[in-house]
T-cell receptor
Framework: DQQVKQNSPSLSVQEGRISILNCDYT??????FLWYKKYPAEGPTFLIS?????DKNEDGRFTVFLNKSAKHLSLHIVPSQPGDSAVYFC????????????FGTGTRLKVLA | GAGVSQSPSNKVTEKGKDVELRCDPI?????LYWYRQSLGQGLEFLIY????????KSGLPSDRFSAERTGGSVSTLTIQRTQQEDSAVYLC???????????FGQGTRLTVV
């Protein structure tokens, strides 16, 4: 079963606008969440994380929102830039467990110039 | 080097042959992960090592897959009697073992012909 889901396989956004990438999870034990960006032929690189004690974390153009009751998180990129075009993965883990990260299937973001 | 190193970067093998993929984690990182990404798919968890604890092998797809981590550092993922469905990019990551991001290598692209 897919414990972490990214239901939108792709998203296109105009440069300068907001990109919103969504992620849902089913395991209520998950309490630490991360977003990664992946370019072709490269390994994923870490973007931003959030602990379940928070509902928002911001780092420059990137903000992650966590809604624990809905088991939903989202990544906002404002303003979007062409260099942001990549595949974005969300990941979740349980800090009371083994810190094993479970990844979603990814969303391919294309920022149009 | 400062990052996670994987070798080889590419491997083409004949169906039925065994292959070994190597991962050198970041020095001092106690946690090491193996994932694979098949064409058009997300990151599939394979196995997780944390310090001296027994590895979490729950993601290994069959008994043809095994992994070792020697001396708490280098890890080798072995696939015996490779099949065409084993073709994928195999990604290794390491982390400090506490809540925090995992750092990925560039991956090994395995092609079984």
């Amino acid at each position: 079963d897919q414990q972490v889901k990214q239901n939108s396989p792709s998203l296109s956004v105009q440069e300068g606008r907001i990109s919103i990438l969504n992620c849902d999870y089913t395991n209520s034990m998950f309490d630490y969440f991360l977003w990664y960006k992946k370019y072709p032929a490269e390994g994923p690189t870490f973007l931003i994380s959030i602990s379940s004690i928070k509902d928002k974390n911001e780092d420059g153009r990137f903000t992650v929102f966590l809604n624990k009751s809905a088991k939903h998180l989202s990544l906002h990129i404002v303003p979007s830039q062409p260099g942001d075009s990549a595949v974005y993965f969300c990941a979740a883990s349980s800090t009371s467990g083994t810190y094993k990260y479970i990844f979603g299937t990814g969303t391919r973001l294309k920022v149009l110039a | 080097g400062a990052g996670v190193s994987q070798s080889p970067s590419n491997k083409v093998t004949e169906k039925g042959k065994d292959v070994e993929l190597r991962c050198d984690p970041i020095s001092g990182h106690t946690a090491l992960y193996w994932y694979r990404q098949s064409l058009g798919q997300g990151l599939e968890f394979l196995i997780y090592f944390q310090g001296n604890s027994a590895p979490d092998k729950s993601g290994l797809p069959s008994d043809r897959f095994s992994a070792e981590r020697t001396g708490g550092s280098v890890s080798t993922l072995t696939i015996q009697r490779t099949q065409q469905e084993d073709s994928a990019v195999y990604l290794c990551a390491s982390s400090s073992g506490q809540a925090g991001e995992a750092f990925f290598g560039q991956g090994t692209r395995l092609t079984v012909v």
